[in-house]
């Protein structure tokens, strides 16, 4: 199975902050890697899609970059509404595997 | 508008069985590929199966392989999870998604909890 390795796995900032997440692939997935944000108590949500296809609907300061191994989540101004745990995930193949979640406080 | 509303959770005796249902609503069943993604109290997500749209192709997980298995009535619209022998560390939440390649729409899950 391909393991994904997020970092860090928690992290505390302020709001307007500038916030970058990564996840690293135990093999090349090309660009089948998504994003999921999940809320405190709610369902996940999906932000990006092949690495860095916003889902519609997500803000704008959410991207997504990277291919092959590595890949980050950027959230350019962070708002008091985006405390919440940050999961990725590949669908390079199966199983699906997700990464073990970031969790930004703020 | 998508819909997706698990039901069949509950408290189940190690070693028991239980068959969770997914009610899809909104959209084409059969054109799509449904997963069940899991969520143990205080964790992470774990996928754990996963069928296609006509019902021919399943994948599991190593962690359920041979207890678990999934099946779908798309003139119900509806997806279904058996499992048996269940063990404490199939205690999560059980969610059904929508699969296309990334999970795009999510149900609000159900409880399993397995103890004595």
């Known amino acids: 199975a391909i393991r994904m390795t997020q970092s860090p796995s928690s992290l505390s900032a302020s709001t307007g902050d500038r916030v970058t997440i990564t996840c690293r692939a135990s093999q090349d997935i090309s660009r089948y890697l998504a994003w999921y944000q999940q809320k405190p108590g709610k369902v996940p949500n999906l932000l990006i899609f092949?690495?860095?296809t916003l889902q519609s609907g997500v803000p704008s300061r959410f991207s997504g970059s990277g291919s092959g191994t590595d890949f980050t989540l950027t959230i350019s101004r962070l708002q008091s509404e985006d405390l919440a745990t940050y999961y990725c995930q590949q669908y390079s193949n199966y199983p699906r595997t997700f990464g073990q979640g970031t969790k930004v406080e703020i | 508008e998508v819909q997706l509303l698990e039901s069949g959770g509950g408290l189940v005796q190690p070693g028991g069985s239980l068959r969770l249902s997914c009610a899809a609503s909104g959209f084409t069943f059969s054109d799509y590929a449904m997963s069940w993604v899991r969520q143990a109290p205080g964790k992470g997500l774990e996928w754990v199966s996963v069928i296609s749209g006509s019902g021919g192709n399943t994948y599991f997980a190593e962690s359920v392989k041979g207890r678990f298995t999934v099946s779908r009535d798309n003139s119900r619209n509806a997806l279904y999870l058996q499992m048996n022998s269940l063990r404490g560390e199939d205690t999560a939440v059980y969610y059904c998604?929508?699969?296309?390649?990334?999970?795009?729409?999510w149900g609000q899950g159900t409880l399993v909890t397995v103890s004595s």
């Open positions: 092949s690495a860095s």
């Open positions: 998604a929508r699969e296309v390649g990334e999970f795009d729409f």
